[in-house]
């Protein structure tokens, strides 16, 4: 009977370095069991028995026949796992009618014997050929069908009675390799065209074979062996079942190994990215139901998400920018969360930041962290000017993604899936993840405003999705245990022993534009808008520092979706001051430059010498009636009725910022006095024209949306 073990003594053959040698003497020494080789050509070699057996360069050459692991014989394990239930229980009966021939008891031994066994025709005492008619005589098979049994079984136990038809009764359909590779090349050239038929595949390639090779050359094989051949190919190349987009990402896959982005602690890689929301919010100003895009960032190492936008019909720059300061410094958390989902200060950072409102807050609604590298994609949005400058200044490296390879940031890919499933499909207004799985008016039940859609997001993410285990958590230690986000932030502390936390207060004005202008007697001038304030007064009559594009320009920041006013730094205190414009009174509300542009538009078509306040006062009364039904005035208007501004930035000595109430109400700030301001807007504008009574229309703002509201 051959073995899997082999002798290994004097006259053993072994095959080292690629040349056969023999062991011509053993000898055991102080430093372990040596051997002697001799070499084909009589040269003698000294090595240890150690490396000798276990070495990558030495095989042994056995003297008998026996299993390997290179034989074409499948392992008993797969032999096995491919039967059923009833195959596999087939298998063991028949085992034991073999056992019972050669032994005399079915379970193969005398001390587990069963009533009345040994039975007399299988009698240990009597002849093999006798044993062997009585049971194929008792199974009714032929005597030859026994003699294999036996055989089998003595060599590969109950797996060598396993039909081989049974192993191979999924074996693909047999047709002429020219004709398959034909169908491939086929179905491989539709990859970026609208789905075909089978019918055509098969048609194509039944000419372009006879084409190739000549009429009755190749044998074509009957239509159902066709269509059987073309469901095997498509697990090569995916074409008929899937969706073409599935099937054109499935076909960019890399034929290699996969790559994977590996982590070592929280903020060493941030993933951004947005993705239109599968459900309406409502517009503020028209109550008329809107798309909404959703960016986020989120930590790859940890999988928390460290900042959230959702703003109206598109992301812009800022919107991106926003993001990635919640990150930096992130926004604070509702009063009324549970206490599981506030993040409180974490770790020892290299730079501590103590912020003395944060700390006598509610706490934050997400973990602070310094992003090292950036993973964005292609979008506008991602490789803008604003934001490649952004990260240059904070020392962030951007990453750009693969194009159209949305598994370079699957993660967030799967926090927008997760989204979808687990909270949006909840709400009123869910339309689904495309046109095939919309309601028939799922706009008909959107009642979230934007802001608010928001908001059930980030206390979502919160609350639920920072404290579930996640299945790519793991730690390489207890690949068992599945830790959730918020766990794997702790985790990530405890194994870095650091994190970056931000060092400057006014981090925020470093994600804001910069334009360059100089400083004049009346302020400063950026597209036809004046600004000025007391920080100017020692820098109007005195020549820039700066090396700027423009002559002796100096440096403002600007904030596309608040241009009430900019940020000037001075260059000897190195402070910032808010530089306020000269229509902001005019202003109840941020009002972004489309706007501005848009009024300006709209005011030159219906007065003659048209100015930024009656522009202003003009496109305020369009909206406030419910006239912005483009779609141009539509998307400007929504961004208006934001009730935040796109960053929150920290305050100045000339300015306190005026959050929202609900803002108010989390930071336990006073509402602010709306009396103070509400007839100034009106007093100061100065139409010249017969449109009193039309301004006055602002004032009926309240008004309108009761009336509006009654409706809805």
Same mark, same amino acid.
Not at 8 to 26: C, N, P, S
Not at 238 to 259: E, M, Q, W
């Given at each position: 009977?051959?073995?899997? *073990?082999?002798?290994?003594?004097?006259?053993?053959?072994?095959?080292?370095?690629?040349?056969?040698?023999?062991?011509? #003497?053993? $000898?055991?020494?102080?430093?372990?069991?040596?051997?002697?080789?001799?070499?084909?050509?009589?040269?003698?070699?000294?090595? !240890?028995?150690?490396?000798?057996?276990? !070495?990558?360069?030495?095989?042994?050459? /056995?003297? =008998?026949?026996?299993?390997?692991? #290179?034989?074409?014989?499948?392992?008993?394990? +797969?032999?096995?796992?491919?039967?059923?239930?009833?195959?596999? $229980?087939?298998?063991?009966?028949? @085992?034991?009618?073999?056992?019972?021939?050669?032994?005399? %008891?079915?379970?193969?031994? /005398?001390?587990? $014997?069963?009533?009345?066994?040994?039975?007399?025709?299988? !009698?240990?005492?009597?002849?093999?050929?006798?044993? %062997?008619? @009585?049971? @194929?005589?008792?199974?009714?098979?032929?005597?030859?069908? +026994?003699?294999q049994w036996v055989a089998d079984f003595r060599k590969r136990g109950e797996a060598g009675l396993a039909r081989k038809n049974q192993m191979t009764a999924g074996s693909q359909v047999t047709a002429d390799q020219r004709w398959v590779e034909t169908a491939l090349e086929v179905m491989v050239e539709h990859t970026g065209e609208s789905k075909p038929s089978r019918t055509m595949v098969i048609d194509r390639t039944r000419a372009r074979v006879i084409a190739r090779f000549g009429p009755d050359v190749v044998p074509? /094989?009957?239509? @159902?062996?066709?269509?059987?051949?073309?469901?095997?190919?498509?697990?090569?190349?995916?074409?008929?079942?899937?969706?073409?987009?599935?099937?054109?990402?499935? =076909?960019?896959?890399?034929? *290699?190994? %996969?790559?994977?982005?590996?982590?070592?602690? /929280?903020? #060493?890689?941030? +993933?951004?990215?947005?993705?239109?929301?599968?459900?309406?919010?409502?517009?503020?100003?028209?109550?008329?139901?809107?798309?909404?895009?959703?960016?986020?960032?989120?930590?790859w190492y940890t999988r928390c998400i460290t900042g959230i936008r959702v703003t109206p019909v598109s992301t812009k720059a800022v919107d991106v920018s926003a993001v990635l300061y919640q990150s930096f410094r992130p926004r604070p958390a509702g009063r009324d969360w549970p206490r599981h989902a506030v993040w409180p200060e974490h770790g020892i950072p290299r730079t501590v930041l103590v912020n003395v409102d944060a700390a006598e807050g509610p706490g934050l609604a997400s973990p602070p962290l310094v992003p090292e590298t950036l993973v964005v994609d292609h979008g506008k949005v991602y490789v803008s000017e604003h934001l490649t400058s952004v990260c240059r200044r904070m020392g962030i490296s951007i990453q750009p993604a693969r194009l159209r390879t949305g598994r370079d940031k699957g993660p967030v890919e799967r926090f927008f899936r997760t989204l979808r499933e687990n909270l949006l499909q909840a709400l009123p207004g869910y339309k689904g993840p495309d046109i095939h799985s919309r309601g028939e008016r799922p706009e008909e039940d959107a009642f979230f405003f934007l802001d608010e859609l928001e908001a059930i997001i980030r206390e979502w993410t919160a609350v639920a999705y920072h404290h579930r285990p996640h299945a790519s958590l793991v730690d390489p230690g207890l690949p068992g245990l599945r830790m959730s986000p918020a766990k794997m932030f702790e985790h990530g502390v405890a194994r870095a022993g650091y994190i970056e936390a931000p060092r400057d207060p006014d981090l925020a004005f470093e994600f804001l534009r910069t334009k360059w202008r100089t400083i004049q007697h009346y302020g400063v001038e950026i597209d036809r808008r004046r600004y000025n304030g007391p920080a100017l007064n020692a820098y109007r009559t005195i020549k820039s520092p700066y090396d700027a594009p423009v002559k002796n320009g100096w440096p403002f920041q600007v904030d596309p979706d608040d241009i009430t006013r900019i940020y000037f730094r001075d260059p000897d205190s190195r402070r910032w001051h808010a530089l306020v414009w000269e229509h902001a009174p005019s202003v109840r509300m941020p009002l972004s430059e489309d706007a501005l542009a848009f009024a300006r538009k709209l005011a030159a078509s219906k007065y003659r010498y048209p100015d930024d306040r009656l522009a202003v006062a003009d496109l305020l009364e369009r909206w406030n009636l419910g006239l912005g039904t483009t779609l141009a005035e539509r998307r400007m208007a929504l961004r208006l009725s934001r009730e935040q501004a796109a960053i929150e930035l920290p305050e100045t000595d000339e300015e306190v910022v005026v959050s929202l109430p609900s803002v108010r109400k989390a930071l336990g700030t006073q509402q602010p006095n709306p009396e103070s301001d509400e007839s100034e807007p009106l007093e100061a504008l100065e139409t010249g024209d017969d449109d009193d009574a039309d301004l006055e229309d602002l004032a009926d703002e309240d008004d309108f949306y009761a009336d509006a509201l009654e409706d809805v």
């Open positions: 009977m051959s073995g899997a *073990g082999a002798r290994v003594g004097v006259g053993t053959r072994f095959r080292y370095d690629g040349e056969t040698v023999e062991v011509v #003497e053993m $000898a055991a020494t102080t430093a372990g069991n040596e051997v002697v080789l001799k070499d084909g050509r009589g040269r003698l070699l000294r090595l !240890s028995l150690t490396e000798l057996l276990f !070495s990558d360069r030495a095989v042994i050459i /056995p003297d =008998a026949a026996g299993p390997s692991a #290179e034989d074409d014989e499948e392992i008993a394990s +797969v032999v096995l796992g491919q039967l059923d239930s009833t195959g596999r $229980a087939r298998i063991l009966e028949r @085992a034991e009618h073999v056992r019972e021939v050669m032994t005399g %008891y079915r379970s193969g031994s /005398p001390e587990l $014997a069963r009533e009345g066994e040994p039975r007399t025709d299988y !009698s240990p005492d009597r002849p093999w050929e006798a044993r %062997y008619t @009585a049971k @194929a005589s008792e199974l009714g098979v032929s005597l030859r069908t +026994v003699k074509q /094989p009957s239509r @159902a062996t066709a269509f059987r051949l073309l469901e095997q190919l498509e697990r090569r190349h995916p074409l008929f079942r899937l969706s073409t987009k599935r099937n054109r990402d499935i =076909a960019d896959r890399p034929d *290699g190994v %996969y790559g994977k982005l590996r982590s070592t602690r /929280p903020g #060493e890689y941030l +993933v951004m990215d947005s993705t239109r929301l599968d459900v309406f919010a409502f517009d503020p100003l028209t109550l008329k139901w809107v798309q909404a895009e959703l960016s986020v960032g989120m930590d």
